[in-house]
């Protein structure tokens, strides 16, 4: 009974392709966002998405394109990858509407992380 | 711009040490507060987290967190930590609805 889940876990490539992250959650979250934390442990915000429409699009490259098909889900497509590409994404979900009036703390979930390695 | 910041980005101690691990951040009203750990290899999880109310907050594994408003801080502490915390410590604010800010996180290491 996994929260978030994201397929693959891990995904090993050449520079130059495009490949596709999935993310699914069964919270019944509203919010759901992909994360990059790079080789330091840092964690950045890439995409934020609210019953399907964006809502935060952080500096990234355009070779990115998040996807909402619906609520549970969140893709992340990535184009023609470059080395720098390689890192841990991880894809969270929260309930961001009525959180005061329903006594939610707003926490994020977090999936359990994509290692994606560009060689 | 808004900022959390985490001084301490290495600590090493033994089992049964206490441990404290600072957080700051530079906004201004009313926020919300998390720590999140991240055990090896696995994915980020919610250890506490401040709404409201009480400013001293309980978590799970034993581990609680003080906000003092004035000194913009939410530090982590837990009195005597095991092998087992070894992971990597996140600070996290999030105010209204903006998006939720990381700090660069602290490696804990314990050692038996």
């Known amino acids: 009974d996994t929260a978030v889940s994201q397929t693959p876990k891990y995904l090993v490539t050449q520079m130059g392709n495009d490949k596709s992250i999935k993310c699914e959650q069964n919270l019944g979250h509203d919010t759901m966002y992909w994360y990059k934390q790079d080789s330091k442990k840092f964690l950045k915000i890439m995409f934020s998405?609210?019953?399907?429409?964006?809502?935060i699009n952080e500096t990234v490259p355009n070779r990115f394109s998040p996807k909402s098909p619906d609520k549970a889900h969140l893709n992340l497509h990535i184009n023609s990858l470059e080395l720098g590409d390689s890192a841990v994404y991880f894809c969270?979900?929260?309930?961001?509407?009525?959180?005061?009036?329903?006594?939610?703390?707003?926490?994020?979930?977090f999936g359990p992380g994509t290692r994606l390695t560009v060689l | 711009a808004q900022s959390v910041s985490q001084h301490n980005h290495h600590v090493i101690l033994s089992e049964a040490a206490s441990l404290e691990l600072g957080c700051n951040y530079s906004y201004g009203g009313t926020v919300n507060l998390f720590w999140y750990v991240q055990y090896p290899g696995q994915h980020l999880q919610l250890l506490l987290k401040?709404?409201?109310?009480?400013?001293l907050v309980k978590g799970i594994k034993g581990f609680e967190a003080e906000f003092i408003k004035s000194k913009f801080s939410f530090n982590l502490r837990k009195p005597s930590v095991q092998w087992s915390d070894t992971a990597e410590y996140f600070c996290?604010?999030?105010?209204?609805?903006?998006?939720?800010?990381f700090g660069t996180g602290t490696r804990l290491q314990v050692f038996p």
């Open positions: 996290a604010v999030k105010r209204n609805t903006d998006k939720l800010i």
């Open positions: 969270a979900s929260s309930q961001d509407t009525l959180q005061v009036l329903a006594g939610v703390y707003n926490e994020q979930f």
């Open positions: 401040y709404f409201s109310g009480d400013p």
């Open positions: 998405y609210n019953n399907k429409e964006l809502i």
